[in-house]
């Protein structure tokens, strides 16, 4: 199939999530481009590989501003155009983590619990502008490259081992399931399979025996990734 896009269509920006002084000006720049934005997608993020007793809390602090400060920042400036066009799309990909918690990722399933309740109290902030979507977007194990950029237990140390991801959701399968949710204004999606779709559901309606599932499940993933056994959340 050939495309009918220009390279008018096509604009290009490096974005660093943390530089947070840099958002105006690239809000900015799309808008001279485009004269517009109609969907703001928040797909930036770090996933996070380390018992929270190793673990320099300077970690931590990283998590937040890549993952939470600089998605809601980036998010603050491209929304004052939607309010006033009174129309717009705000996508975050959070993840199934924002909804249940899990050993080795604290901190990022803190900084997906923030996006989670951020973006939830927003879209009560937006009951005057109908056409102002705000939806979120929870993948389970999805086929990516996070594993190997995850943070560990100190700033300085990167992964050893990738570990296998064949057993993981296909990323297109997981892209395309993404915009039949934005095209349908679906509030949250859960984008999983099953186990972990089923534990989603678990922790949402019947939290006693997640927890008691999570412990059982933990201690397993514990004992492997002290043995240098890979397994991470997307």
């Known amino acids: 199939e050939i495309s009918s896009l220009s390279e008018n269509d096509i604009l290009v920006l490096r974005l660093d999530l943390t530089d ?9 720049s799309v808008l001279k481009h485009f004269g517009k934005i109609d969907v703001l997608v928040n797909n930036g993020g770090r996933s996070q590989r380390s018992l929270f007793v190793d673990t320099n809390l300077d970690v931590y602090n990283a998590i937040i501003e890549l993952n939470y ?3 809601i920042s980036l998010t603050k400036y491209v929304l004052n155009h939607m309010i006033q066009r009174k129309k717009g799309k705000i996508v975050t990909v959070s993840s199934v983590m924002g ?5 080795l990722a604290t901190g990022y399933c803190a900084s ?7 973006f939830n109290s927003l879209r009560t902030e937006l009951t005057d ?3 102002i979507s705000v939806i979120q977007i929870c993948p389970g194990p999805v ?5 190997q950029n995850v943070f560990t237990e100190n700033l300085a140390k990167s992964i050893e081992n990738s570990g296998d991801q064949s057993h993981k959701m296909p990323t297109d399968r997981c892209a395309r399931l993404t915009l039949v949710s934005v095209a349908n204004d679906v509030k949250e999606a859960w984008i999983s399979d ?10 949402q309606y019947a939290p006693t025996w997640a927890w008691w599932l999570m412990n059982r499940m933990g201690k397993k993933r514990i004992q492997n990734f002290k043995s240098g056994i890979v397994s991470v959340q997307r």
């Open 20 to 28: 947070r002084s840099s958002h105006e000006a690239a809000t900015n």
């Open 69 to 71: 400060l600089g998605t």
């Open 99 to 103: 909804i249940m918690g899990a050993p």
């Open 112 to 118: 997906k619990h923030a996006l989670q309740g951020f």
């Open 129 to 131: 502008y109908p056409e």
């Open 143 to 147: 086929q990516s490259q996070i594993i």
């Open 194 to 203: 099953h186990p972990y779709l089923a534990v989603c559901y678990l922790w």
